[in-house]
């Protein structure tokens, strides 16, 4: 069993989830998005946000993989394992994201979106990891929390696919 301490309280976490649907009510009203939910570390988060929203609101989802068998370790490649069913020509796309690390995967995504036509394409993120001199302050436009180092469970993110189901996030003791 690894040693969890926790980082962000569950209350904090809905907080911040009601802020950012509150937001993106605002934002989207009358424009009927499509809230596309990356797999599998946002749907806790993805779930929470679109149920507080203003306006029932149409949701798919993408799952991306840069990561080895074991889950922990990126590599260098992207690859989308499963794609999108609805027709993005046109929609105006919310990407839904757990956690943004070293933008890679993110940046991927938007090139891969960006080709099939969307209306407008934006990114929320309920964690964005602050590296010195990284670009993820400009790869998200609606952000839950900045965090520093350290492997994050919880709230639908995992440690070889453990802890996705706890309510609150917490770092691994020991991680690098």
């Not at 424009?31 to 946000?49: I, T």
């Not at 993110?106 to 990114?123: E, N």
Request: positive net charge; glycine residues 8%.
């Amino acid at each position: 069993m690894d040693a969890l301490r926790r980082l962000i309280p569950q209350r904090a976490i809905q907080r911040r989830v009601r802020a950012l649907a509150a937001e993106l009510s605002r934002d989207y009203r009358g424009r009927s998005p499509l809230f596309l939910g990356v797999l599998k570390g946002a749907y806790v988060f993805l779930a929470d946000l679109t149920r507080r929203l203003d306006e029932p609101p149409e949701i798919d989802f993408i799952q991306p993989s840069s990561y080895g068998l074991k889950g922990t370790v990126a590599s260098r490649r992207v690859k989308v394992l499963l794609h999108p069913t609805a027709d993005l020509q046109g929609r105006h796309i919310v990407v839904v994201e757990d956690i943004v690390d070293t933008g890679r995967t993110l940046r991927f995504l938007r090139r891969y979106l960006a080709r099939r036509g969307p209306a407008s394409l934006r990114v929320c993120a309920l964690l964005v990891r602050t590296h010195a001199g990284n670009e993820n302050e400009r790869l998200v436009d609606y952000r839950g929390f900045t965090v520093g180092e350290g492997w994050l469970v919880g709230y639908g993110l995992d440690c070889s696919e453990r802890y996705r189901a706890l309510p609150e996030i917490y770092v691994v003791e020991g991680e690098q």
